[in-house]
């Protein structure tokens, strides 16, 4: 079975300092896709990033970057420059290739403070 | 924005009726996802669908059926609401299995 396991329920910061949140996955696969996903408060979960299991070159998207370790099934997100848009809740979610399912792990509620 | 959109936002009702969740897009996907996330923020998939015709039930045992005429249509019903379906339900859809998935704005069902 596939899981994702985030183990921090919450994280707060200052604005404009870095956090990395963490995340680690359970597969046997080999061919899979790996996703963070941001719900602001009382808003539409987005997209933040997106990382292509036999890609080794880590993703980034502006002030968003992962760092992936495949070997140690680990998708971390850090957060650059924090800013109060961030406040969120981020979920880390796994696919595996040909599967229907999209999993997600438990969240962690992020705060930015000003 | 993403084009896919569900109703009502917000429903309040009464134990023992009968409700349906809409969920809508415009996007041609064939993947079609509801979540159930409670207060604790988790999401736990209880259906999905795969195409036209194509329903199956997700991880979290649900007393909710759903069905799949349209591609672009997923309601969600419930035939007798109680008050342990009191939550937040979320649908997304996406291309394939690669791909970004993009989510409603949820309904957020009480029953009292």
């Known amino acids: 079975a596939q899981t994702v396991t985030q183990s921090q329920p919450e994280m707060s910061v200052q604005e404009a300092e870095t956090v990395t949140l963490s995340c680690t996955y359970d597969?046997?696969?080999?061919?899979?896709?790996l996703f963070w996903y941001k719900q602001p408060p009382s808003r539409q979960m987005i997209l933040v990033i997106r990382q292509e299991a036999y890609k080794q070159q880590n993703a980034t998207e502006n002030r968003f970057s992962v760092n992936f370790q495949k070997a140690a099934k680990s998708f971390s997100l850090k957060i650059s420059d924090s800013q109060l848009g961030d406040t969120a809740m981020y979920f880390c979610?796994?696919?595996?290739?040909?599967?229907?399912?999209?999993?997600f792990g438990q969240g962690t509620r992020l705060t930015i403070n000003p | 924005e993403a084009d896919i959109y569900q109703t009502p936002r917000y429903l309040v009702i009464g134990t023992g009726k009968k409700i349906t969740l809409e969920c809508s897009q415009t996007?041609?996907?064939?993947?079609m996802y509801w979540y159930q996330q409670d207060p604790g923020m988790e999401l736990h998939l209880i259906h999905y669908?795969?195409?036209?015709?194509?329903?199956e039930k997700g991880d979290l045992s649900s007393e909710s059926t759903v069905s799949r005429i349209r591609t672009e249509h997923f309601p969600l019903t419930l035939e007798s609401a109680r008050p342990s379906h009191t939550s937040q339900y979320l649908c997304?859809?996406?291309?394939?299995?690669?791909?970004?998935?993009?989510f409603g704005q949820g309904t957020r069902l009480t029953v009292v």
């Open positions: 597969t046997s696969e080999n061919n899979y896709y």
């Open positions: 996007m041609g996907h064939d993947k």
């Open positions: 979610a796994f696919t595996i290739r040909g599967a229907q399912k999209l999993v």
């Open positions: 669908s795969y195409g036209v015709n194509s329903t």
């Open positions: 997304a859809s996406r291309r394939t299995w690669g791909t970004e998935a993009f």
